[in-house]
C-alpha cells in the first residue's frame, strides 16, 4: 500500500452519453479530460436542427428520427422535448460504463483552486466497491488517507462492486421548483469532502446531471421514463430511474455511491416552468416513495432485466390507481427491456449475477 | 460650519464597513491601520477573523494597542438561542488522571457549562483538575454509594462516564475522551464542538430518506429535488456522534497495518445515518437527548482482556448499535460528520493488538445480531426497547460467548438502575 497507483483512463471502455437540445459549446472547457472518450450525443427537440459538435471528438449523434428508425414502434418509450431522451444513449451504447452531463455542467474547482477532473473521480469510485450493509463513519473506506473505522466487521470489509456513481453539484444546487422559488438566490458553495454508500434499504434522490455507472451491472434499470412532450410529468426523469435502480442494487447486492466528484452548475432553470414540470411529481412522490420502499423482488429475480420486468407489474398493479400514467409508464418499461434486449442481446453479457438474494 | 471629513477618513470608514471583503492590510502604512484598528474597535467590528488580519500585519503599534487593551482571541460559542447554559452537561471519563491541559485547551468551550467529572475507579493517582470550573468530580465511593456493589453494570475504563450519564440532571450531554483536544477547521478556526453538537441534536434528523446535499438545515443548504415533502419536517435527533482528526478511530489491527496514518480530511458535512442502517458509533465524540434516550446508552459489553485505550475496548460500539436499533424503532434520529476533535496520539496498536484481539472477532457476531433485532409495536419507551433487546442478546448471542450473556444482564440491570436513580425533570416529554 506505499503508491497509489493512477487511475485507468478506461478510454475504451467508457461512453460519454450527453442529451442536448441546444449546442454543445460546454465541451470547449471538458475538452482536456474528454476528449480521449467517445461520445453519445442524444439531440432532443426538433431533429432538422444541425447541433455543431466542437472538432476533434469522436461521437455519434442521434436525433429523434434516428431513434423512430433505431426502435421502429418501440420508440414511444424514448421521451420527446425533455433531458430524459439520454437513456437512448445507454441504451445504444457499447461500452462497459456509462457517464452522463448536462449540457450546462462545466468543470469545478476544488477549495485549493485546482480544476476537478469528475470523470476521473467517477471511474475510481465505480471501480472500488461499495459498502451497503454497514454504515462507515469515515465515508469511503478505500479512499487514500481514510479507512474502516473500529467496529466495522472484517467480514463486510471486502464490499460489493459498485454499480452507481452520483456526483454533485456546486453553484445551482439541484433544487425543486418550490424551493428554488423560496431561495432564488441560494448557491452551493460548500465542498463535502467525501464518497459515501448509500445504505442498502435506502432510497435516495438520484440526479441525473453528473452521474456514472457499469452498464453491465444496471443499465437496463437506467430507464428515464416517460416525460415531456405529451406526459403530465417532466424533471423526474432521473429521480424514477433513481428509485428504480436501488431497489434493484439492493436486492442484487450492488452499490450506490454519492458525493465526490462535483461539477459546476451553471443554469437556473426557470423555477415557474419547473413548478408546471413537476407539480404532479410533488403529489405523486408521497406515494411513489412508500411504493418503492415497499417493493420485494422474489428469489428467481436474478438479473436486472427480470427485476425491472417485476416493478413494471408492481407498479401497474399499485400505482395505476394513483393515475393512469402509471399504465402508461409501466408499459413503456416493458418496452424499454424488449428493446434493450434486442439491441443488446445476451450471451456474453448477461448481467447475471452470481447473488441474487431476494431483499 | 464643519470641516467635511477628508477622503482618507471617509475610505476608512468604509473599509471598516467592508472588513469582511479584506483579506490583508499589510500593504498599508502603518498610521492607516492604526487609525483602521481603532476605528474597527470603536464600531464593535472586532472578532477573531478581523483581529488576525491586523496581527497579521506585523505593525508594532498593533501589538502594542492589543497588549495595552488587554485584547485576546476567545471563542465565543453561538449557540443556538433556544438553548440555556443550564440544559447541558460536559461529560468527561477520566481514564487519566493529569486532565490539566485537556481542560485548559477546551476552557473556552467548557467553561460556560457544568460539568460532570468520573474517575476511572480503576486509576490510582489523584485528579489534577485546573481552576475555574464549574464542576462535580465523582469517584469510586460515590459509584458505590448510588449502585451498590449487587449489580453487573461496570464502569471501569471508559465506561465510567455512563455514571455521568446516569448523575446528570441535565438534557443534553456532550461527552469527548480525555485525550481529544479542539480541532481547527481548513480556515484555521478552532471548531466549538459543543455548540456544534447542540446545533446538531437541536435541528431535526432526516432517516427516511437520503438527502444528497447533507444536512438540509445546514446554512446553504436544503432538501434536494426528488425529496418527498412529507418527509422535510423531520424527526427528533437524539444523538450527534463527532469525528476526529490526526487519530481516525481505527481498530487496532487497521491501525497497526497504516502505522503512520493519520486522518486530516475535514469532511464539511452532517448527516443523519438513514433509518435501518446500522453504524459503529464510536464514543470518543458524541453528544446526546438525555431525557429522550439516555437508559439506550448502555455500559453493557465488556472485552475479558479489555484495557485503558480505546483499541482495547467495544463498549461504545455495543452501546451504539444498542441506540440505533432504539431510535430506529422510535422513530429518532442519529447525525453523524461534524463536528470534528483533534485526537492525540497516545498508545500503540500492536501491544493493544497482542493484549486484545477478541473484541475485533465478536464484531462478526455482533453486527448481525443487532440487525437481525426486530422490536416489539408494544415496546414505546427506550427502557421497554433496551430490555427487548437485551433479552434478545441473551437468547442469542448468549450462549455463544459468556461475554454477551454478561452483557445482556448488564444491560437489565442498567435500565433498573436509570429508573431509579436518573433525574426525569417532569417537563420532559414522552417519546
Redesign the interface.
Known amino acids: 500500500?506505499a503508491t497509489v497507483s493512477p487511475t485507468p483512463l478506461l478510454k475504451d471502455e467508457l461512453d460519454i452519453v450527453i442529451p442536448t437540445i441546444r449546442n454543445l459549446d460546454f465541451l470547449e472547457m471538458w475538452r482536456p479530460f474528454f476528449q480521449p472518450y467517445h461520445l453519445i450525443i442524444v439531440q432532443d427537440g426538433d431533429p432538422s436542427k444541425v447541433i455543431k459538435v466542437p472538432e476533434g471528438f469522436d461521437y455519434e449523434l442521434y436525433n429523434r428520427n434516428d431513434i423512430n428508425r433505431i426502435l421502429g414502434p418501440k420508440a414511444s418509450c424514448i421521451s420527446f422535448k425533455d433531458s430524459a431522451c439520454r437513456c437512448f444513449g445507454y441504451m445504444v451504447s457499447k461500452k462497459k460504463y456509462i457517464y452522463t452531463i448536462d449540457d450546462d455542467c462545466f468543470v469545478a474547482k476544488d477549495?485549493s483552486g485546482k480544476d476537478i477532473n469528475a470523470l476521473e473521480q467517477h471511474i475510481k469510485n465505480l471501480l472500488c466497491p461499495s459498502t451497503p450493509f454497514?454504515?462507515?463513519?469515515?465515508?469511503d473506506p478505500y479512499r487514500d488517507?481514510?479507512?474502516?473505522?473500529?467496529?466495522?466487521?472484517?467480514?463486510?470489509r471486502e464490499g460489493v462492486p459498485t454499480a452507481v456513481s452520483?456526483g454533485?453539484w456546486l453553484n445551482i444546487?439541484?433544487?425543486?421548483a418550490p424551493?428554488q422559488l423560496v431561495?432564488p438566490l441560494?448557491?452551493?458553495?460548500?465542498?463535502?469532502?467525501?464518497v459515501m454508500t448509500?445504505?442498502?434499504?435506502?432510497?435516495?434522490?438520484?440526479?441525473g446531471m453528473n452521474l456514472g455507472f457499469n452498464r453491465d451491472l444496471i443499465g437496463p434499470a437506467m430507464y428515464f421514463g416517460l416525460m415531456g412532450d405529451g406526459q403530465p410529468i417532466g424533471?423526474?426523469d432521473?429521480?424514477w430511474a433513481?428509485w428504480c435502480i436501488k431497489v434493484i442494487c439492493d436486492h442484487l447486492g450492488l452499490g450506490v455511491k454519492?458525493g465526490l466528484p462535483y461539477i459546476w452548475h451553471s443554469k437556473a432553470s426557470n423555477p415557474f416552468v419547473n413548478l408546471k414540470k413537476?407539480y404532479k411529481g410533488?403529489y405523486w412522490?408521497?406515494e411513489l416513495?412508500p411504493f418503492f420502499q415497499s417493493v420485494t423482488l422474489p428469489k428467481d429475480c436474478t438479473t436486472v432485466q427480470k427485476c425491472y420486468i417485476e416493478i413494471s407489474k408492481q407498479v401497474k398493479a399499485k400505482l395505476g390507481k394513483v393515475d393512469d400514467y402509471f399504465n402508461k409508464l409501466a408499459d413503456a418499461m416493458v418496452t424499454w427491456i424488449e428493446a434493450w434486449d434486442e439491441l443488446n442481446p445476451s450471451g456474453a453479457k448477461s448481467a447475471e449475477l452470481p447473488n441474487g438474494a431476494a431483499k | 460650519m464643519r470641516t467635511s471629513p477628508s477622503l482618507l477618513s471617509l475610505t476608512i470608514d468604509s473599509a471598516v464597513l467592508n472588513l469582511s471583503n479584506i483579506a490583508d492590510l499589510s500593504s498599508l502604512p502603518d498610521h492607516i491601520v492604526v487609525d483602521l484598528f481603532l476605528r474597527t474597535l470603536r464600531a464593535g467590528k472586532l472578532n477573531e477573523r478581523v483581529l488576525k488580519l491586523f496581527i497579521a500585519t506585523g505593525k508594532d503599534e498593533v501589538f502594542s494597542l492589543i497588549r495595552a487593551l488587554n485584547i485576546r482571541a476567545t471563542v465565543i460559542p453561538v449557540l443556538p438561542t433556544t438553548i440555556k447554559d443550564d440544559e447541558i452537561d460536559i461529560v468527561i471519563g477520566a481514564v487519566r488522571s493529569d486532565l490539566t491541559s485537556f481542560m485548559n485547551e477546551w476552557r473556552p468551550m467548557f467553561s460556560r457549562f457544568h460539568l460532570i467529572i468520573v474517575k476511572d475507579p480503576d486509576l490510582k493517582e489523584e485528579l489534577k483538575i485546573p481552576e475555574g470550573f464549574n464542576l462535580d468530580v465523582y469517584e469510586k465511593p460515590h459509584m458505590d454509594q448510588v449502585v451498590g456493589s449487587s449489580t453487573s453494570v461496570f464502569f471501569s475504563g471508559y465506561a465510567c462516564r455512563y455514571f455521568g450519564y446516569l448523575v446528570s440532571r441535565k438534557k443534553y450531554i456532550i461527552s469527548v475522551d480525555d485525550d481529544c483536544l479542539p480541532a481547527r477547521d481548513?480556515k484555521g478556526f478552532v471548531v466549538d464542538a459543543v455548540a456544534h453538537h447542540i446545533t446538531n441534536l437541536t435541528t431535526p434528523a432526516t432517516p427516511f430518506?437520503?438527502?444528497?446535499?447533507?444536512d438540509p438545515f445546514?446554512e446553504?443548504?436544503?432538501?434536494?429535488?426528488?425529496?418527498?415533502?412529507?418527509?422535510r419536517t423531520g424527526v427528533k435527533c437524539a444523538l450527534s456522534?463527532g469525528?476526529w482528526l490526526n487519530l481516525?478511530?481505527?481498530?487496532a489491527p487497521?491501525q497497526a497495518l497504516?502505522a503512520k496514518?493519520r486522518?486530516?480530511?475535514?469532511?464539511?458535512?452532517v448527516m443523519t445515518?438513514?433509518?435501518?442502517?446500522?453504524?459503529?458509533?464510536?464514543g470518543i465524540n458524541i453528544a446526546f437527548d438525555r431525557e429522550v434516550v439516555g437508559p439506550a446508552l448502555v455500559p453493557a459489553l465488556k472485552l475479558a482482556g479489555e484495557g485503558k485505550f480505546?483499541?482495547e475496548t467495544?463498549e461504545d460500539?455495543w452501546s451504539?448499535l444498542c441506540v440505533k436499533v432504539v431510535c430506529d424503532h422510535l422513530g429518532l434520529g442519529v447525525k453523524?460528520g461534524l463536528p470534528y476533535v483533534w485526537r492525540t496520539d497516545r498508545g500503540d496498536p500492536i501491544a493493544s493488538l497482542k493484549k486484545e484481539w477478541e473484541g475485533?472477532k465478536l464484531?462478526?457476531e455482533?453486527?448481525p445480531f443487532f440487525q437481525s433485532v426486530r422490536l416489539p409495536r408494544e415496546a414505546t419507551t427506550v427502557e421497554d426497547c433496551v430490555v427487548e433487546v437485551a433479552n434478545a442478546a441473551k437468547e442469542r448471542l448468549g450462549l455463544t460467548d459468556p461475554v454477551f450473556a454478561r452483557a445482556a444482564k448488564a444491560m437489565l440491570d442498567w435500565v433498573n438502575l436509570w429508573k431509579s436513580v436518573a433525574y426525569i425533570s417532569s417537563s420532559s416529554p414522552a417519546v
Open positions: 500500500m477549495p454497514f454504515f462507515n463513519t469515515l465515508y488517507g481514510a479507512d474502516f473505522v473500529r467496529g466495522y466487521p472484517f467480514s463486510l452520483h454533485l444546487p439541484d433544487y425543486d424551493t431561495k441560494e448557491r452551493n458553495t460548500r465542498y463535502v469532502d467525501a448509500i445504505p442498502k434499504g435506502t432510497l435516495f434522490p438520484m440526479c424533471r423526474y432521473d429521480m433513481g454519492t413537476e410533488i412522490q408521497e416513495i | 481548513p430518506f437520503f438527502n444528497t446535499l447533507y445546514a446553504g443548504s436544503d432538501f434536494v429535488r426528488g425529496y418527498p415533502f412529507s418527509l456522534c469525528l481516525a478511530d481505527h481498530d487497521t497504516k496514518q486522518n486530516s480530511r475535514y469532511v464539511d458535512a445515518v438513514p433509518a435501518g442502517s446500522l453504524v459503529p458509533i464510536s480505546r483499541w467495544m460500539i451504539g453523524t475485533v464484531m462478526e455482533v453486527v
